[in-house]
């Protein structure tokens, strides 16, 4: 099963790599996005969640095929905490993991900027997961 998802994904690779030619614009940027993560567990009986921070960094390409049209994979690494607090008992959890979304943008003038509109599949892996619980004090 491992060879025939890795044999689609180079297939599919190979497909973007040909249509790429010299009537193509390639720009490349750096990526930083921050986000506020929470676990919802159900049956959570006189105990509560939060929000934590967390954040992604990492980079990307932007591939113009004219002027609205571009395809934009990124590599990103993702950090997110977790902290939930049940009877008597905290819990934290830190995830870190690598994703790697691929855009198929729209892009279009509005007056003096652009409007960017993008759709596509994101792939992760997650390669790390720490849990820490604490007792409360009474």
Request: no cysteine.
């Amino acid at each position: 099963m491992k060879k025939m998802i890795i044999i689609a994904i180079f297939a599919i690779g190979s497909m973007f790599t040909v249509t790429v030619n010299a009537q193509t614009s390639t720009s490349f940027g750096v990526k930083l996005n921050g986000n506020l993560s929470n676990v919802e567990v159900s049956n959570l009986q006189n105990g509560s969640d939060s929000f934590k921070p967390g954040a992604s960094l990492g980079g990307f390409a932007k591939i113009e095929f004219g002027e609205h049209f571009a395809l934009q994979p990124e590599l990103l690494f993702s950090y997110t905490e977790r902290k939930i607090t049940t009877a008597g008992e905290k819990t934290r959890f830190k995830y870190a993991s690598v994703e790697i979304p691929v855009y198929a943008m729209g892009q279009f003038n509005i007056g003096r900027g652009k409007l960017f509109a993008g759709i596509g599949p994101n792939i992760g892996y997650g390669f790390s997961i720490d849990s820490k619980t604490e007792k409360l004090p009474d």
